[in-house]
């Protein structure tokens, strides 16, 4: 397995623009994960899905972010309008309950 | 926000020296997890404990955990260079309706000096 496939690795995107990241879980795992991590605040947890459903969204900072998940194998983090305030490293995991595994993240940065 | 504080926030420590981080946190879980970020990386899951478990062990790892007092310890024995890490508990909650929430601790910078 490739494990959890985020892309893009890295994305350097101009304030006021849309920047969608995505991310394709392991197959079969049936939980996802969206986190952001800065240095000021460490890990935060922004929304998960089960079995496709949004469940938790309490952890997106604004409307301006949303996150679907289409399909078993597809999630998207969309931001817009991105602001400087939203750079930061996007990690995306999914699990079947017994450990999580974690993309290898985005870098977004927002000038 | 943070479901656990991770203490120290930083550790150095000669090479072949154990390593103890420890984690604290403030609700009721149903495991506890331990994952390692290597700089610019993703995390990887090392550990899990689960509620009605106080201690376990996988390798040079040994992971305890004290629900009373809601903490945690990891412990690595002869630590080596590539232990050099960062180190984050997380707690996992899972709800009525059997959904899982995982929330990470603030994180211990590890040094193993050679």
């Known amino acids: 397995d490739a494990g959890v496939i985020q892309s893009p690795r890295h994305e350097v995107t101009e304030m006021g623009q849309e920047v969608t990241l995505r991310c394709k879980p392991i197959?079969?795992?049936?939980?996802l994960f969206w986190y952001r991590q800065t240095m000021m605040r460490g890990l935060e947890l922004l929304i998960y899905?089960?079995?496709?459903?949004?469940?938790?969204d309490s952890g997106m900072p604004e409307d301006r972010f949303s996150a679907k998940m289409p399909n078993a194998s597809f999630s998207t983090l969309k931001i817009q309008p991105s602001e400087p305030r939203d750079s930061a490293v996007y990690f995306c995991?999914?699990?079947?309950?017994?450990?999580?595994?974690f993309g290898s993240g985005t870098r977004l940065t927002v000038v | 926000s943070q479901q656990g504080e991770e203490d120290p926030q930083a550790l150095s420590i000669q090479e072949g020296e154990n390593a103890t981080m420890n984690c604290s946190y403030k609700?009721?879980?149903?495991?506890l997890q331990w994952y390692r970020q290597n700089s610019g990386r993703g995390l990887v899951h090392l550990i899990l404990?689960?509620?009605?478990?106080r201690e376990k062990h996988s390798g040079r790892l040994r992971v305890t955990l004290d629900t009373s007092k809601k903490s945690s310890s990891l412990l690595i024995t002869a630590s080596r260079a590539a232990d050099t890490a960062s180190y984050f508990c997380?707690?996992?909650?899972?709800?009525?309706?059997?959904?899982?929430?995982?929330?990470f601790g603030t994180g211990t910078r590890l040094t193993i000096i050679p």
């Open positions: 997380a707690t996992v909650l899972i709800s009525n309706f059997g959904n899982e929430k995982l929330t």
């Open positions: 609700t009721s879980i149903n495991n």
């Open positions: 404990i689960r509620s009605n478990e």
């Open positions: 899905f089960n079995n496709n459903v949004p469940i938790d």
């Open positions: 197959s079969g795992h049936n939980s």
């Open positions: 995991a999914s699990s079947l309950g017994h450990g999580y595994t």
